[in-house]
């Protein structure tokens, strides 16, 4: 049988960054109120590939709106054309 485990320390208290501080995200943080100078997320590391992605699924959603509007218009002409009797 093992004894008691121990306690867990608690972690140091880190000293405010002062140049952190003064940083964009902070201050709007700081006028919103909150707690801590700090909101979640970050910056994109990589902006211009995050916008090529974009722009690529855009002209994909561009292409299957034509093409759904597009389909039933050929299934309107062919429904026409098949029908008998019209």
Not at 14 to 29: F, G, S, T
Not at 39 to 51: K, T
């Amino acid at each position: 049988m093992t004894g008691p485990s121990p306690e867990p320390t608690p972690s140091p208290i880190l000293p405010p960054d002062p140049q952190a501080y003064d940083e964009v995200r902070n201050e709007h943080a700081r006028k919103r109120g909150l707690a801590a100078p700090y909101i979640a997320g970050g910056r994109d590391p990589d902006p211009d590939a995050g916008r090529a992605e974009e722009r690529r699924y855009l002209r994909w959603l561009v292409i299957m709106v034509v093409v759904i509007v597009l389909s039933g218009f050929v299934l309107g002409i062919l429904a026409n054309v098949i029908s008998p009797g019209a």
